[in-house]
C-alpha cells in the first residue's frame, strides 16, 4: 500500500528532473568554431578558417555557381545562382555544428571545430 501512495510523487520528480536537465542543456553557450568545412557532392574541397576574411567562388552539382565568403568570424553564401536561394537566405554562421545546405548545387558548409 505504501509504494502506491509514493508512485505519483515519484513520476511527478521525474518529470521535474528530465525537465531540469533538458533547460540545463538549452541553455548552455554555444562553442564558437573557428574552421568552416565546404563539401561539394561529399567531397571536401575547402577548409576555411574564420579568422581570415575571403571570397571564394564554387561551382557546385549541376553548374550551380555560389560565393561563400568569410567575414568578421562567420561563414556565409554571398550570391548563388540556386532557384530558392534558401543558402543565402540561411545568412552567416559560426557555431561549431551549424550548417549551410544549398540542395541543388549539392554543397554543405559546415562549423567543424
Do not use: F
Request: glycine fraction near 8%; charged fraction near 20%.
Amino acid at each position: 500500500m505504501k509504494v502506491k501512495k509514493w508512485l505519483p510523487v515519484l513520476c511527478i520528480l521525474a518529470v521535474l528532473a528530465v525537465c531540469g536537465v533538458w533547460i540545463i542543456l538549452q541553455h548552455r553557450p554555444a562553442v564558437s568554431g573557428n574552421l568552416a568545412e565546404v563539401r561539394i557532392s561529399d567531397q571536401t574541397v575547402l577548409r576555411l578558417p574564420l579568422n581570415q576574411d575571403c571570397r571564394h567562388e564554387l561551382t557546385g552539382s549541376g553548374g550551380i555557381h555560389l560565393v561563400v565568403a568569410v567575414h568578421d568570424g562567420s561563414v556565409y553564401v554571398e550570391r548563388s545562382e540556386c532557384p530558392d536561394k534558401i543558402c543565402v537566405h540561411r545568412g552567416r554562421i559560426s557555431q561549431e555544428g551549424d550548417r549551410i545546405i544549398c540542395m541543388p548545387a549539392r554543397t554543405v558548409i559546415e562549423i567543424i571545430s
